[in-house]
């Protein structure tokens, strides 16, 4: 049944090594989104995607990057993860137009050693 | 630019009391308003919504009311139980060439048994 899948659950990477978080959907949903949550704190919008149009926040560091290879799967990549990047990762989705409702992803736990 | 303000950031209340969450929007062309659930580790958790064409909305314990002219909108539990206890998030989508979400910044429900 799962709608949102998010793989892996908990990473751990070294500082500085590249590390990708997947995403996949089974909704069918043309807009996918990737945030970041710190404790305690909001989700951040790092990015999204209309379909294959790519948007990103002003204020994503370039050392966040995304890959949309088609409308299932969504990947973010952190180039050279910093221990500031250690959060939890959650991927949403929602389809554009109609009810808008954003379902999310379980996230991934990222921990930077 | 677009922000969602929310207050108040911590509420404490005694088991079977109601609580009032507040936020505000600044984007008048927000037309859909999510509130999220989240417990510990887990991801938000839809639990109510509201669109602009309507004032209220009510599910069991669950409501949201929305002024559209001072683009508040709340959220209140009433006959709240210790499994209320959670973070809450309200959000605002917004259309800036496609659909996206802006959070509060969340508030610490604590139901005190």
């Known amino acids: 049944d799962a709608m949102v899948i998010q793989n892996p659950r908990y990473q751990v990477t070294q500082f500085g090594k590249p590390v990708t978080l997947s995403c996949s959907q089974t909704l069918n949903h043309n807009v996918m989104y990737w945030y970041q949550q710190k404790s305690s704190q909001a989700p951040k919008l790092l990015f999204h995607y209309y379909d294959k149009d790519f948007n990103n926040e002003a204020d994503t560091p370039d050392n966040f990057q995304s890959r949309r290879p088609n409308t299932s799967f969504c990947f973010l990549d952190i180039r050279s993860p910093g221990l500031g990047d250690a959060a939890m990762y959650l991927c949403?989705?929602?389809?554009?137009?109609?009810?808008?409702?954003?379902?999310f992803g379980p996230g991934t736990r990222l921990l930077v050693l | 630019g677009e922000n969602v303000e929310q207050h108040p950031s911590t509420l404490s209340v005694q088991e079977g009391d109601s609580a009032v969450i507040k936020c505000t929007y600044s984007d008048s062309a927000s037309n859909y308003f999510p509130w999220y659930k989240q417990e510990l580790g887990k991801r938000p958790q839809l639990i109510i919504d509201i669109r602009s064409n309507v004032g209220e909305k009510k599910d069991q314990r669950i409501a949201v009311t929305l002024n559209k002219t001072a683009k508040h909108f709340s959220l209140h539990i009433t006959e709240t139980q210790p499994e209320d206890s959670a973070v809450y998030f309200c959000?605002?989508?917004?259309?800036?060439?496609?659909?996206?979400?802006?959070f509060g910044t969340g508030t610490r429900l604590k139901v005190l048994a």
């Open positions: 949403a989705t929602s389809r554009d137009g109609g009810v808008g409702t954003q379902y």
């Open positions: 959000a605002a989508r917004i259309i800036s060439g496609t659909y996206k979400y802006i």
